[in-house]
T-cell receptor
């Protein structure tokens, strides 16, 4: 099994629908993150969590919400999806030792029509 | 301007060396990273360098750090078609949350 698992891998949804992207990890890391990737724009941080009781906004949190259900689970919700939220979404984890960097999931490709 | 800058594309021939460059603005950067993203996959950490080093070598990969110019480079020797991917530079600072700032990524295309 992958260290960081994202579901679904692909999703097409309609404008205005609520959608949840899920992330689970077996790394035992406290820190979890959600990023979106758009061509030519690189990675932009949406939300991050340093432990179960900690939630922080990233640079582009508007239109998104998150829930940290357990140390191993961190979900991202789009309350009312819009077309410009079409992107590739990544979950990542890290521990407190910066030498190990981040462990990324394989991504969820979301299309809002 | 951006905190971490990279050129968007690099094209090389198989067997040649590739050099991917990155510049950053924060002089307090301590850890600098190179990640690789293959098609359809997430990013994978390739290597990192700590700010008190100026070079790090790992098999075909050589990382050079010029702190004075705030310039980081990744050299891939004997580039193979399997090295075709997007390469991201990232840096973390000495204080705060240690969340890295990523560059936009450089797409490396290796021609046979």
């Amino acid at each position: 099994d992958a260290d960081v698992t994202q579901t679904p891998r692909n999703r097409i949804t309609k404008t205005g629908k609520r959608i949840m992207l899920e992330c689970s990890q077996t790394k035992g890391h406290d820190r979890m993150y959600w990023y979106r990737q758009d061509p030519g724009l690189g990675l932009r941080l949406i939300y991050y969590s340093f432990d179960v009781k900690d939630i922080n906004k990233g640079e582009i949190s508007d239109g998104y919400s998150v829930s940290r259900q357990a140390q191993a689970k961190f979900s991202l919700s789009l309350e009312s999806a819009i077309p410009n939220q079409t992107a590739l979404y990544f979950c990542a984890t890290s521990d407190w030792d910066r030498e190990n960097g981040y462990t990324f999931g394989s991504g969820t490709r979301l299309t809002v029509v | 301007g951006e905190d971490v800058e990279q050129s968007l594309f690099l094209s090389v021939r198989e067997g040649d060396s590739s050099v991917i460059n990155c510049t950053y603005t924060d002089s307090s950067s301590t850890y600098l990273y190179w990640y690789k993203q293959e098609p359809g996959a997430g990013l994978q950490l390739l290597t990192y360098i700590f700010s008190n080093m100026d070079m790090k070598q790992d098999q075909r990969l050589t990382v050079l750090l010029n702190k004075k110019d705030k310039h980081l480079s990744l050299r891939i020797a004997d580039t193979q078609t399997g090295d075709s991917a997007i390469y991201f530079c990232a840096e973390t600072q000495s204080g705060g949350s240690y969340i890295p700032t990523f560059g936009r990524g450089t797409s490396l295309i290796v021609h046979p």
